[in-house]
């Protein structure tokens, strides 16, 4: 029953909210920073470099400033964030750590029933009876003490698996759930992708791969590390004991902590790959474009069209130099000659000094010399252990604070609760109000569109023409709320399209993008996820197929609607550790003009829905015949009006093909991202200007 239980949680994911924690409340005379977001976004920034920033993943050196963000971190998330994956499996979870710090116990007793066995041999020896029977007791029980570590081990590890699994199961669905909910220009900015990249590091971490060694378990072995210390310190102390030998104890722990420091005075504090000027941080970046532009099959056909790979490699090795060569400091102090120096057995010899000092009392057994020398060499191990492990959970904190961080960002096409307005529909279309919009893509100088001023009756068709990156499907973008606009106002039957919730907005209406998507799917999903709730019932794919005339296309595939289409460029996405179980079916590829029809059938999908008010075609037909083209303009046409024959929806299609432009009610010629004319196909003739020149030119 439990474990049905717990498989119910994992199912259902969205039950569980990070808790949101307010602000935190600020010491004036402290200046910090405001949010998580704020703090991981001053870790990136290189040192001393305002403005420049590490890429993701890259590690955070360890300074006094970095150290306080994590503290910031640590309390503004990553407790909450913490409690949060131990709410998910609060037995598991405790079962983890107590398993965790009982473990780490497990040397110290070792080393105590290993000193028990010596020091009974060593009696046996000296009093020359030999009897068995103590001595085999020791050595069962040290045989039993192995066979309950083992188990606890294995106790522990699938424990630990399980713990693991839901966690990672529970930020994967997280991200993706915020992921797909996040809108162009949020996902355009440059810093936001970076953030997004960096919470996807810290996902992966909870598989045990992807970067580095880091594990959320560090958090925990942390913990078991410092336990394990304190247990082998209160071995040697209870060795040592007494006054005259507190000189051999403070021997003992320097010499434990002596390749430590050592390690600590030759090492920068800096010890990450990380760049730390602009041009290690521009050789990175470079680096990386270059590493995927040589993994990615996307851009497989243009690098051997144009042969490229030796400009690739070029490149990407004079990256690399540039970052190798900003390491390099680190390795070269590395292999100083204090380094070179075999620190072990440096070690190894001062502590001989306690342990001879430790033989000239009477008291001192053979035994407890073994258990001595073992509690100092496994405190080495461990305190190196620990260092590491609190190095990449200092990491760790950052990376999970791009996941916290990334939780909280909201799509910016998306009204404020108190703004938003319910979508009113019409039963004759869409009406659309164009006065004085703007827009400048990000990064841009110029803008893409400049004060464009039209008015469109709901119902109405219009063309939109004119010359290439004159602003057209900036114009669709905006009109369709893919990105927003700088200035001026859309108004869509009456209300600021920015009132509308985008989901809502979304629903009433359907388009082809002129780089429509190409799904690595099946022709029936390629075509169904058009009107998602439909995608399951076939007779709703087969009339947009029909709409679509695509009926012989389908026919013609060898698994019809069930045939797999290649979509070039596609590449899967693995995780690490996850292996392919099964073999990928045979795919069909389709030629331009076959997938334009696929992507018509698509929007035909939800076209027929009485919701729908407005049709936007971005050159729907570029790849068809002029025969196929009539064909779909007729269609579309068709869609647009009743079964009575009134204008129920507001068509806008974006043609290079004028034939097809004397269709609409209205023609709209843009020059230079604005409107130049706007009228009928007659009226703009008549004007004899720009629109009339560029028709005359192409009939
Ligand atoms: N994502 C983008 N980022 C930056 N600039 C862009 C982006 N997309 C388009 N532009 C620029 O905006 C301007 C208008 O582009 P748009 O795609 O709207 O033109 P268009 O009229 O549809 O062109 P075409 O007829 O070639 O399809 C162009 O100068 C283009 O370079």
Redesign the pocket.
Known sequence: MRHRSNSRRMLFPGDFQIPQRPPLAKNPKVIGPDSVYDAWLASRELPGQKGLFLVPGATRPLTIENAKLAWFVSQACTFEFLSVLWGLNPLRTTLMMSLNIIRSLFPAFRGYSQALIVDELQSLIASESFTWSRLLWLMSTEVLRRIVEGLLDSLAASNENIVLGSARFFIEYKQMEHRVRLDVPTL?DPVVRDLLQESDLFARSFSGGGFGILSPLDFIHVLSLTTEIASHLLLIVSLTRGASHLGVLLLSIFSALLPVMVSWCTCPTDQSESPSTAREARAADRQERMRNLAYSDAYRPEIALFGLGDWILKSWSSARKIVLASEQPYYLRNSSILSQFNLSELVFALQNFPLLLLLQTSATSLGSLTVYRSSIQSMIYASRNLITTTKMAFQGIFLMSAFCASMKLKPRLQPKVEDTVKYPQRPDGMKIDVRGLSYT????L?P??RNVNFSLKAGETLAVV????????????ILLRIVDFDRGSLLINGVDVRRYSPVEYHRHLTAVF?GFSKFNSSVKENIGLGNIDKIGYRPAIETAVHLAEADNLVESLPNGLKTQLESPGFESISYSGSMNSFQSPQRHGLSGGEWQRIAIARAFMRATEPEVDLLLF??PTSSLDAHAQNQIFDTIEKLSRSPSGERTKTVIF?T?RLSTARRADKVAM?EN?TISEFGTHQELLEKNGPYAALYRASV
Do not use: F, V, W
């Open positions: 355009s893509y990000p990064g841009c110029e893409a569109l004119g010359y290439n990156g004159s602003g057209k499907s900036t114009l669709a973008r002129q971005d050159e974006i290079h843009m991202g």
